[in-house]
């Protein structure tokens, strides 16, 4: 593909909710503008965009894929992003890269219920937007509907651009209201002209004076002609429409049809002419590394370089393929850069252009252009790449937290460490992936963003790691404490034969006030326990306090006073004392009133003020207590305590209970006490486990 000027780039995101028909769309773009040779096709596994194994199956979007495309003139880099909840992560890069989203909604659905959720993420990119309505050729489409209900669901303008000529298995051709043509779709995709319908003269009319009103209220110019009485000329249109794309004042919309190729050229036309090239876009902002000052280039190729890694893909054999945006300057092969969010340089190797799981060798990326590199050491999703004597740091990819936890373990023994390699692969193409340690609950954690998202992790590791991996549900970190203070003696004596040992503590043990930590006082006087000796009982009692006296989980809360013994003279050694400071402790907490603690974390859920009260009575269900309620737009955000035990798949069920259109995150807040009757099977479960370790 030829060089292209910042001014002859489009770089748009298709996203959407699942089933609008996005990666159909996007492969009839590429077909209808030449960039591929045969039309593909999601039923029969053939489209250039969805080809790792996992979508092919599901036939779904999995991970982002690019596409660039030449019409007109124009390069258009359509980046094509998933529309499941599980893989936002992915359409939260691609509109990092972005310039401006192509926002598809279904003409016989309209508004679905995880519409709102990407909206909500083109509305955090502050991305200019278009509208496709998409698939018009399906019984019950109704564009005019679809145009209304996203206008009052989500609080924008939607402001048609063509009016469809029938609907449904009659959709047969578009009206331009800007030109007044009609346009009448051939077989090949493509359209003639001819005169607007007789019946649809009322509606065209009505939503020609909509889309002139938004070109003219777009520039103070056009504003002052059309109140003057004067009529736009197309041209004037089309101008007062792109200033209204880019400043966000409302959203242009096409009505197309993906797989029989209906209307493509006409929504390829509307993405040249209205959305914003990076020259339009100005100058990139960031900040100096180490500082808030702030940084401006210009998308010129002269400028100091300035990119961001959005996307990595491990799925060829070629190794990492990084795939980045370029803002300014240029990006060549064998340049070395410098990588600000590392603060470490980096060597460039080859760059392609991206097509799909195809790559051609570019000769360079160049400012405001999107391309990919290979094997880069240094650099990970989300970072800036720059010019060393021209640092700046762009804003990383703001991935979402991931809320869903399943333990994971490999089914055969020995494999830990090639899972824990091939996770971190995983991680580094998606960074919604999380994995931790829980060293004491004896589990590896993944977290996700939802039950699909962990099918397809644990596929990927079989497939490309020979991994086979099961799951388990979370062990919660339950704790011990107690809630009366007791004395107690620790007397450690033995004799072998020669030299014995010898250790005698008293212990104080008390609750402490905020139910945490612990604390080791020194209270002896007269020498009772000698000096050397006192550092050995605080160790015996901290290592007794890993395993409380009810179910075996670490205790806190706790203050131990070290207030009298004795010791001998021969026998007495250190770990004599730490023997009997961990008895003291062990018999001291049996009778101390032991009680279980549970974790309990705070919830945030922001969700539409439709499902307050459905949300609300759900926490209070899982013994949550609400602590307070506040507004973020048009959402509702609720703050409550729930207990952890109670949140186990908590994504997957607020998106039930929701229809997908509330999201929450959690931090740990405190523990509490767990209710008695809770409290007694879960003794009696960590019991049984134990005993059946045991025999096992």
């Known amino acids: 593909m030829k060089d292209f000027q910042p001014s002859q780039i489009r770089n748009v995101a298709l996203v959407s909710q699942h089933g609008t028909g996005k990666t159909s769309l996007a492969e009839s773009i590429l077909y209808r503008a030449k960039g591929t040779t045969r ?45 499941y909840a599980d893989f936002i992560g992915d359409c939260v890069a691609g509109l990092c890269a972005a310039d401006a989203a192509l926002f598809c909604l279904k003409g016989a659905a309209g508004v679905e219920a995880g519409t709102e959720a990407i909206w909500e993420r083109v509305h955090e ?96 110019q056009l504003l002052e002609k059309f109140l003057e009485g004067e009529d736009l000329s197309v041209e004037e249109i089309h101008t007062g429409l792109r200033e209204g794309v880019q400043h966000r004042s409302f959203i ?41 000052e702030k940084e401006e280039l210009k998308p010129e190729l002269v400028a100091p370089l300035s990119a961001i890694v959005f996307k990595t893909s491990s799925e060829s054999h070629a190794g990492d393929l990084s795939m980045i945006r370029v803002f300014s300057g240029n990006l060549t092969p064998g340049k070395e850069v410098w990588n600000a969010s590392a603060q470490r340089s980096e060597k460039i190797g080859q760059v392609f252009t991206i097509k799909g799981k195809d790559r051609a060798d ?59 390699s091939g996770l971190h692969k995983l991680r580094e193409e998606d960074p919604t992936i999380h994995v931790r340690v829980a060293s004491d609950l004896h589990q590896t954690i993944l977290s996700c963003m939802g039950d699909l998202q962990i099918e397809v992790v644990l596929e990927k590791l079989t497939r490309r790691f020979g991994v086979h991996v099961e799951t388990a549900k979370p062990r919660i970190p339950y704790r011990e404490t107690i809630r009366r203070s007791v004395s107690k003696q620790g007397r450690h004596k033995k004799q072998t034969g020669g030299r014995g040992q010898f250790g005698d503590v008293h212990v104080r043990l008390e609750p402490m006030k905020n139910g ?122 609720i703050r409550a305590h729930v207990p952890q035990s109670e949140l186990y798949k908590y994504s997957t069920h607020l998106r039930s209970l929701t229809q997908g259109r509330a999201s929450h995150h959690t931090k740990f ?25 045991a025999s096992a």
């Not at 914003?276 to 500082?291: I, L, Q, R, Y």
């Not at 459905?614 to 013994?623: E, F, N, Q, Y």
């Open 252 to 292: 242009p919309a096409v009505p197309v049809a993906a797989v029989p190729m209906l209307g493509i050229d006409f929504l390829l036309d509307t993405l040249v002419d209205l959305v914003p090239s990076p020259a339009d876009m100005g100058a990139v902002a960031g900040t100096k590394p180490g500082g808030a």
């Open 516 to 637: 945490e930590g612990f604390e080791f006082v020194d209270e002896i006087v007269g020498g009772s326990v000698p000096r050397n000796f006192i550092p050995a009982v605080e160790k015996g009692i901290v290592e007794a306090m890993q395993e409380g006296v009810l179910a075996g989980y670490p205790v806190v809360g706790v203050r131990a006073a070290l207030y009298d013994g004795s010791y001998h003279t021969v026998d007495s050694s250190e770990m004599a004392f730490k023997i009997a400071g961990s008895m003291a402790f062990k018999e001291g907490a049996k009778e101390a009133s032991p009680v279980l603690l549970e974790p309990i974390v705070e919830v945030e859920v922001k969700v539409p003020k439709d499902f307050v009260g459905a949300v609300t009575g759900d926490l209070s269900s899982k013994r949550g207590k609400i602590l307070g309620m506040g507004n973020e737009g048009r959402y509702d955000v």
């Open 39 to 83: 039309h593909g096709k999601i039923e029969d596994g053939t489209t250039a965009l969805d080809f790792t194994p996992e979508e092919i199956h599901r036939k779904i979007t999995i991970s982002l894929a690019l596409a660039p495309v030449e019409w007109r003139g124009v390069k258009i880099n359509l980046i094509d992003t998933p529309g």
């Open 669 to 693: 807040a405190h523990y509490e006490e767990v209710p008695r009757e809770l409290a007694d099977r879960i003794v009696a479960q960590a019991r049984a486990d134990r005993e059946a370790m």
């Open 362 to 420: 570019a000769g360079h990326i160049p400012a405001g252009d999107i391309g990919a590199a290979v094997k880069l050491r240094e650099t990970h999703t989300g970072q800036t790449l720059c010019d060393k004597n021209h640092p700046i740091l762009m804003k990383p990819v703001p991935f979402p937290s991931s809320e869903h936890e399943v333990a994971i373990a490999p089914k055969s023994k020995g494999e830990e460490e090639k899972m824990g």
């Open 125 to 220: 990119r502050a991305c200019p937007a278009l509208c496709a309505v998409t698939q018009m050729e399906k019984e019950h489409a109704s564009f005019s509907k679809v145009i209304e209900a996203a206008g009052e669901r989500l609080g924008m303008r939607f402001v048609p651009v063509a009016w469809p000529i029938g609907e449904g298995e009659k959709f047969r051709g578009v009206v331009d209201l800007a030109s007044m043509k009609a346009l009448f779709f051939e077989k090949d995709g493509s359209h003639r002209e001819g005169p607007v319908p007789p019946e649809l003269e009322a509606d065209v009319k009505k939503a020609r004076s909509a889309l002139v009103d938004a070109a003219a209220e777009a520039d103070d």
